[in-house]
């Protein structure tokens, strides 16, 4: 079984500041990577994926996260956040070859950017 | 091009109705998903329905149910509704295995 931790359930920040959000996932077998964003009353939008290759994935909206395979993390980054980017966060992962394609996500990290 | 479409976006039913909810997804996604998004559980898994086919089921109970058409639309049906089924309902789509899903902005199931 598949589970994802996110370490942190909110997250302050000034504009302008970077931000990282923790995510840590635990598998028995290779997985797909995500984040997601949610902001109010909508649904999730995919910011990023790691599905292969290199472990830095760029995404939308300046956001960046790194696959460490021996830490089992896929923490999410940027360097200056807006107004713009309080939203929830959602890390999620899926079974690489089960075929299950169900996505198992963490708890989910509130950030809030202040101006 | 259409994202995935959710309706109706706000339902409330009382407790014993039934609900369904209603998705189209993406041109050309063949995958359909369900979850649940309820207060303080979290995004979990329901249904997976691929070329009309019933793929994955999460742990609920099978008074949740579902199809997938022809059209690769599909539609959740919850029988018997509990206090405990309110909940925002997402649905996503994919275009084949191993693919990112792309979600809808869910319907919002209230229950009296």
């Known amino acids: 079984a598949q589970s994802v931790t996110q370490l942190d359930s909110q997250v302050p920040v000034f504009e302008e500041a970077p931000v990282e959000l923790r995510c840590n996932y635990s598998s028995s077998v290779s997985v797909y990577l995500f984040w997601y964003v949610q902001y109010p009353n909508q649904g999730l939008q995919l910011l990023l994926k790691?599905?292969?290759?290199?472990?830095l994935v760029k995404g939308i909206n300046g956001f960046e996260a790194e696959f460490n395979k021996s830490q089992t993390s896929f923490h999410l980054r940027k360097p200056s956040v807006h107004i713009s980017d309080t939203a929830e966060y959602f890390c999620a992962v899926s079974d690489r070859f089960g075929g299950s394609e169900k996505l198992v996500f963490g708890k989910g990290t509130k950030l809030t950017v202040n101006p | 091009e259409a994202g995935v479409t959710q309706s109706p976006t706000h339902l409330i039913k009382t407790r014993g109705q039934q609900a369904t909810l209603r998705c189209s997804p993406i041109s050309g996604h063949t995958s359909v998903y369900w979850y649940q998004q309820a207060l303080g559980l979290g995004l979990q898994f329901l249904l997976w329905y691929d070329e009309g086919e019933e793929r994955n089921r999460g742990n609920f109970p099978p008074r949740f149910s579902g199809r997938q058409f022809p059209n690769y639309s599909s539609e959740l049906n919850v029988n018997a509704l509990e206090l405990e089924d309110s909940a925002l309902y997402l649905c996503?789509?994919?275009?084949?295995?191993?693919?990112?899903?792309?979600f809808g902005d869910g319907t919002r199931l209230s229950i009296l």
């Open positions: 790691y599905l292969s290759g290199s472990t």
């Open positions: 996503a789509s994919s275009p084949n295995r191993g693919q990112p899903q792309h």
